[in-house]
């Protein structure tokens, strides 16, 4: 525990405390290929759809100039397509190659397509993928001539077998073209992979930023790695000549500035790869030096225990649906940490790069989940036969690639500091599979699973116990496992999901209204309750943001083939969901929940609740807990206010444990 008190001459006051945050440019990757004016560039926007397309779509000859329009990104429902499962759909859209292409790889890149996709070309059968979250792509550069018009055919079909179970979950077909398409150039002699790890010494000062690469072919290239701060001072650089074709370069950093969530530092770092004296591209990528480990019950970072309070968090706005921008990603990590909280779970499936790019910048830990969700557990009885993959040979495919998406494309994030396989499923081969493909390629992460408690002894597939929805003292028994006072002696807790906020008891909160109030005192308990246990590594509200989704009124199939009325829920007409559960709604207003949290999650506790008008010249005590993970008070800005009187804290401070 760490107290601090504060002496104050003369004055009663109210203090207000809050960590300045540092300032860092947002972490947005950027490209430079030489010869091309722009090598990525977006097809989102206004496409072509059909909802029954005829045979032989996928050729130029298909006339399409007729077809409805249709917004890219966006689920299909939400536009008024009433889409079912396992019916495909067709998009179009074409788009010119330019000139300054000829000669370059030429890509597309899917952000995310729900949840099965076959891609043509010109015509051309380019692949299929299956996974709705994850960014994937194309090599199209056989199929098209630069400074010509390509034609791109996308049919997609919702998947009623699906492993995220993410249609089911939102009470409707969420099928579509869900997150950003993209056209994109590289030279012929490109990064296969491209992926950096940060490791610190044992005093956590030092650095070594470790590049693993691998290049499309073999070639006598040569790499620069130059590493910059925030205020563009070089801190380290490496040249290499005639390097192999997969590899690793390392650079030494001396005490850099460590990333943390109360620390966001990064640098920068900048890849020249070049081919003798041609300069073949750039890239851009922002780096936080960070440790993770467990060690006994506790969680690391940068050698020291951090304790997570946060919050579970979809993608949802009410009139686009299962789909976020990156303005919306980044009010909601704003909002996050005005809320106190310091740790976010993507449930159920992995959130878009600006996410966590924001995450990287303004300081959030990130519990990224693969979506995959209540496989042979919670699916309603319409998805009843379509659950059951755990152990099915024909759905392991699907898992691993998904996964590996989204590993390949999010490691590099210092704020993702844990990897889950999935929510709330029965145990199989293909999670002990996953979780084996994790430990092969990234063991700068621990992993979580749950529930833990369907794992046979002898198979353990997690570094971190989950554990969903203990009492306010922590106790809780979930399938054998136990914990009691938040408390588990082997590995660290995380109870990530908990304090689920009342939406379902909708007559008790129309009766007593103070049930909201009182859900932030049980939040307040049991924060409190949870900081000081050992083994507790912290919880995640359920959930952030309401789930509710304002389909259009004229939609068809309502009560048919999608928004079914199931058990507690109680949405009519074509708002549908599992309702009121956020601490903000899906307008990003604050709820009553939001303050309750922020008082809750507070990492600077006042431990008095009142204060005597003092004597002149009498010494103001004010007892203080710190429960920041890496922070001093003499980092904060403290300021009281006093019959209208206010000014800023200069006084000593006494520090009475670490």
Same mark, same amino acid.
């Given at each position: 525990m760490r107290k601090h008190t504060v002496f104050i001459q003369g004055i009663a006051m109210t203090i207000l405390l809050s960590l300045s945050a540092c300032s860092n440019s947002p972490a947005f990757q950027f490209?430079?290929?030489?010869?091309v004016a722009e090598p990525v560039i977006s097809l989102n926007?206004?496409?072509?759809?059909?909802?029954?397309?005829?045979?032989?779509?996928?050729?130029?000859?298909?006339?399409?100039?007729?077809?409805?329009?249709?917004?890219? +990104?966006?689920?299909?429902?939400?536009?008024?397509?009433?889409?079912?499962?396992?019916?495909?759909?067709?998009?179009?859209?074409?788009?010119?190659?330019?000139?300054?292409?000829?000669?370059?790889?030429?890509?597309?890149?899917?952000? #995310?397509?729900?949840?099965? !996709?076959?891609?043509?070309?010109? %015509?051309?059968? @380019?692949?299929?993928? =299956?996974?709705?979250?994850?960014?994937?792509?194309?090599?199209?550069?056989?199929?098209?001539?630069? #400074?010509? &018009?390509?034609?791109?055919?996308?049919?997609?079909?919702?998947?009623?077998?699906?492993?995220?179970?993410?249609? %089911?979950?939102? &009470?409707?077909?969420? #099928?579509?073209?869900?997150?950003?398409?993209?056209?994109?150039?590289?030279?012929?002699?490109?990064?296969?992979?491209?992926?950096?790890?940060?490791?610190?010494?044992?005093?956590?000062? /030092? !650095?070594?930023?470790?590049?693993?690469?691998?290049?499309?072919?073999?070639? /006598?290239?040569?790499?620069?790695?130059?590493?910059? /701060?925030?205020?563009?001072?070089?801190?380290?650089?490496?040249?290499?000549?005639? @390097?192999?074709?997969e590899g690793q370069i390392s650079l030494d950093v001396e005490d850099p500035l460590k990333w943390d969530a109360e620390h966001p530092h990064l640098y920068t770092l900048v890849t020249t790869l070049s081919d003798g004296d041609e300069t073949l591209l750039s890239r851009t990528d922002k780096v936080g030096f960070r440790k993770v480990a467990v060690v006994g019950n506790s969680l690391l970072v940068n050698g020291r225990p951090v304790k997570l309070r946060g919050a579970n968090r979809h993608d949802i706005h009410p009139l686009l649906g299962r789909m976020t921008t990156p303005e919306l990603d980044r009010e909601d990590v704003l909002l996050a940490k005005e809320a106190n909280m310091n740790f976010i779970r993507t449930s159920h499936y992995p959130p878009s790069e600006s996410f966590l790019r924001y995450c990287d910048q303004y300081g959030l830990y990130v519990e990224d989940e693969t979506a995959v969700c209540f496989v042979h557990t919670h699916r309603s009885d319409n998805y009843s036969g379509t659950?059951?993959?755990?152990?099915?040979?024909?759905?392991?495919?699907?898992?691993?690639?998904?996964?590996?998406?989204?590993?390949?494309?999010?490691?590099?994030? +210092?704020?993702?500091?844990?990897?889950?396989?999935?929510?709330?499923?029965?145990?199989?081969?293909?999670?002990?599979?996953? =979780?084996?493909?994790? &430990?092969?390629?990234?063991?700068?992460?621990?992993?979580?699973?749950?529930?833990?408690?369907?794992?046979?002894?002898?198979?353990?597939?997690?570094d971190i116990l989950s554990i969903h929805y203990p009492s306010w003292r922590g106790d809780r028994e979930q399938y054998g496992i136990y914990t009691r006072g938040f408390e588990y002696a082997t590995m660290p807790a995380l109870f990530d999901e908990w304090a689920h906020v009342a939406c379902y008891n909708k007559p008790t909160l129309r009766a007593d209204p103070n049930v909201r109030n009182f859900w932030g005192q049980s939040l307040d308990s049991m924060w409190t309750n949870?900081?000081?246990?050992?083994?507790?590594?912290?919880? !995640?509200?359920?959930?952030?943001?309401?789930?509710?989704?304002?389909?259009?009124?004229?939609?068809?199939?309502?009560? /048919?083939?999608?928004?079914?009325?199931?058990?507690?829920?109680?949405?009519?007409? +074509?708002?549908?969901?599992?309702?009121?559960?956020? @601490?903000?709604?899906?307008?990003?207003?604050?709820?009553?929940?939001?303050?309750?949290?922020? &008082?809750?999650y507070s990492p600077a506790r006042i431990l008095v609740k009142s204060i005597r008008d003092p004597e002149p010249g009498e010494e103001l005590h004010v007892p203080v807990h710190n429960r920041f993970d890496h922070t001093n008070f003499n980092e904060l800005k403290i300021t009281w206010s006093y019959k209208g009187r206010s000014s800023r804290l200069l006084s000593r401070e006494q520090y009475t444990g670490g």
């Amino acid at each position: 525990m760490r107290k601090h008190t504060v002496f104050i001459q003369g004055i009663a006051m109210t203090i207000l405390l809050s960590l300045s945050a540092c300032s860092n440019s947002p972490a947005f990757q950027f490209f430079q290929v030489h010869g091309v004016a722009e090598p990525v560039i977006s097809l989102n926007g206004t496409w072509k759809f059909s909802m029954d397309p005829p045979e032989a779509f996928w050729e130029n000859e298909t006339d399409f100039a007729q077809w409805s329009d249709i917004q890219v +990104p966006g689920e299909c429902q939400m536009q008024g397509f009433s889409i079912r499962h396992d019916q495909p759909y067709v998009y179009k859209r074409e788009f010119s190659i330019p000139g300054d292409f000829t000669g370059k790889h030429v890509f597309l890149v899917f952000h #995310g397509v729900y949840s099965y !996709a076959r891609v043509w070309v010109n %015509g051309e059968f @380019i692949r299929e993928h =299956y996974g709705g979250f994850t960014k994937w792509d194309c090599d199209i550069s056989d199929h098209i001539i630069p #400074g010509e &018009k390509a034609l791109l055919t996308v049919e997609i079909v919702d998947r009623i077998d699906d492993i995220s179970y993410a249609s %089911g979950y939102a &009470k409707h077909q969420i #099928g579509g073209i869900l997150r950003d398409v993209e056209l994109g150039a590289l030279p012929g002699l490109h990064f296969s992979k491209f992926y950096f790890e940060t490791e610190l010494d044992g005093a956590c000062r /030092d !650095a070594e930023l470790k590049v693993f690469y691998a290049l499309s072919n073999a070639s /006598d290239a040569n790499v620069s790695l130059e590493l910059f /701060d925030a205020d563009q001072r070089s801190m380290a650089e490496s040249v290499r000549e005639n @390097i192999p074709q997969e590899g690793q370069i390392s650079l030494d950093v001396e005490d850099p500035l460590k990333w943390d969530a109360e620390h966001p530092h990064l640098y920068t770092l900048v890849t020249t790869l070049s081919d003798g004296d041609e300069t073949l591209l750039s890239r851009t990528d922002k780096v936080g030096f960070r440790k993770v480990a467990v060690v006994g019950n506790s969680l690391l970072v940068n050698g020291r225990p951090v304790k997570l309070r946060g919050a579970n968090r979809h993608d949802i706005h009410p009139l686009l649906g299962r789909m976020t921008t990156p303005e919306l990603d980044r009010e909601d990590v704003l909002l996050a940490k005005e809320a106190n909280m310091n740790f976010i779970r993507t449930s159920h499936y992995p959130p878009s790069e600006s996410f966590l790019r924001y995450c990287d910048q303004y300081g959030l830990y990130v519990e990224d989940e693969t979506a995959v969700c209540f496989v042979h557990t919670h699916r309603s009885d319409n998805y009843s036969g379509t659950g059951t993959s755990q152990d099915d040979p024909r759905f392991t495919g699907r898992y691993l690639s998904q996964l590996e998406e989204m590993v390949d494309n999010h490691r590099n994030h +210092p704020s993702v500091i844990i990897w889950s396989i999935g929510n709330e499923n029965q145990f199989g081969i293909n999670f002990l599979r996953s =979780y084996q493909w994790i &430990k092969g390629t990234d063991l700068t992460r621990p992993v979580i699973y749950s529930y833990p408690g369907r794992v046979p002894d002898s198979l353990g597939i997690y570094d971190i116990l989950s554990i969903h929805y203990p009492s306010w003292r922590g106790d809780r028994e979930q399938y054998g496992i136990y914990t009691r006072g938040f408390e588990y002696a082997t590995m660290p807790a995380l109870f990530d999901e908990w304090a689920h906020v009342a939406c379902y008891n909708k007559p008790t909160l129309r009766a007593d209204p103070n049930v909201r109030n009182f859900w932030g005192q049980s939040l307040d308990s049991m924060w409190t309750n949870l900081f000081e246990a050992d083994g507790g590594l912290g919880g !995640a509200i359920w959930c952030m943001i309401d789930e509710t989704f304002m389909l259009p009124d004229t939609l068809d199939g309502f009560r /048919d083939w999608w928004g079914w009325k199931e058990g507690v829920l109680d949405f009519e007409g +074509p708002c549908v969901g599992y309702g009121e559960w956020g @601490i903000i709604d899906t307008w990003r207003r604050k709820k009553p929940e939001f303050w309750g949290t922020k &008082k809750a999650y507070s990492p600077a506790r006042i431990l008095v609740k009142s204060i005597r008008d003092p004597e002149p010249g009498e010494e103001l005590h004010v007892p203080v807990h710190n429960r920041f993970d890496h922070t001093n008070f003499n980092e904060l800005k403290i300021t009281w206010s006093y019959k209208g009187r206010s000014s800023r804290l200069l006084s000593r401070e006494q520090y009475t444990g670490g």
